[in-house]
């Protein structure tokens, strides 16, 4: 009998394209995405006494006491608009971006143990860590919108209602930028675990430098400080939003630029360094 099998070689290699993102592959595990989600979600929350309410507490004592350091001690201004609400949706703007960095910079450390059993599309995980992130934003937003809706009644805000839809595209880059410097992050720490015990200072560091406590009209228009700020890639995320939910925010093309860029740069390069490391970060992890 003739052998049927002569002249045929099969070779069994993993992907080595560098440039493919495999995003067409995540989409098609979109359900795993979804209850990667409601686990990290819940395991956050359970077994405490107040659960999801934390997310409404520890917005408000954090603004009360920005209200009282920044805006009563320090004297800052808020732009004209009510120290506690200007505080409110700022926290809520940065803490939706600094969740993002934080919890996808640690994904291969802390997902491991599961990575090391099952396959499924890597990227899976940063992107549920967004949407949980964005979960936690949209609970927050509860407080904002209600604090918001007080002040628009007695007169004191007026956002522009027109801007509204701008407010999608201003989360995704905001969720885009966290999740690509988060993987970047992630990926290097397979190898320089320090790396992961630095976010939360340099975070920490990032948000005095961005608009958070503070507008960019509060930065003098002379001297280098004003070029650092626009150059900010969180600076147009931030005076957007308020520009759209308080009626008032500082935004320029070139800190729109900058974000658009640092967002794009860091999406694209974060998800094929990414791809590159779970090939084999099982030997280094």
């Known amino acids: 009998m003739a052998d049927v099998t002569r002249g045929y070689h099969v070779h069994i290699t993993s992907d080595h394209d560098f440039f493919k993102l495999g995003l067409r592959e995540v989409w098609r595990y979109r359900d795993l995405i979804w209850l990667f989600t409601q686990k990290?979600?819940?395991?956050?929350?359970?077994?405490?006494?107040?659960?999801?309410m934390w997310l409404i507490m520890n917005p408000l004592i954090t603004s009360l006491i920005y209200t009282v350091v920044f805006g009563g001690i320090a004297g800052l201004s808020t732009a004209g608009v009510p120290r506690l609400l200007f505080y409110l949706s700022s926290h809520a703007m940065w803490t939706f971006f600094a969740s993002c960095l934080r919890n996808n910079a640690s994904t291969f450390l802390t997902n491991s143990h599961i990575f090391q059993k099952v396959y499924f599309p890597r990227l899976t995980m940063p992107f549920s860590t967004v949407l949980t992130a964005f979960l936690e934003f949209a609970i927050q937003m509860v407080l904002v919108g209600a604090m918001l809706a007080v002040y628009v009644v007695r007169g004191e805000v007026s956002p522009d209602w027109a801007l509204m839809p701008l407010l999608i595209p201003v989360l995704l880059l905001t969720g885009a930028l966290g999740l690509g410097l988060?993987?970047?992050?992630?990926?290097?720490?397979?190898?320089?675990?320090?790396?992961?015990?630095?976010?939360?200072f340099g975070l920490q560091l990032w948000m005095y430098m961005s608009p958070v406590v503070y507008p960019v009209s509060q930065i003098p228009l002379e001297g280098p400080y004003q070029y650092l700020i626009q150059l900010n890639p969180m600076t147009a995320p931030l005076e957007l939003f308020r520009l759209v939910l308080l009626g008032t925010g500082s935004v320029t093309s070139v800190s729109v630029i900058s974000t658009l860029v640092f967002a794009a740069v860091s999406m694209l390069s974060g998800i094929m360094v990414f791809n590159k490391v779970e090939r084999n970060f099982i030997d280094t992890v």
């Open 40 to 52: 990290n979600f819940k395991l956050v929350y359970k077994q405490t006494i107040l659960g999801p």
């Open 182 to 200: 988060g993987i970047l992050i992630s990926s290097a720490t397979t190898k320089y675990r320090d790396l992961n015990l630095l976010v939360g």
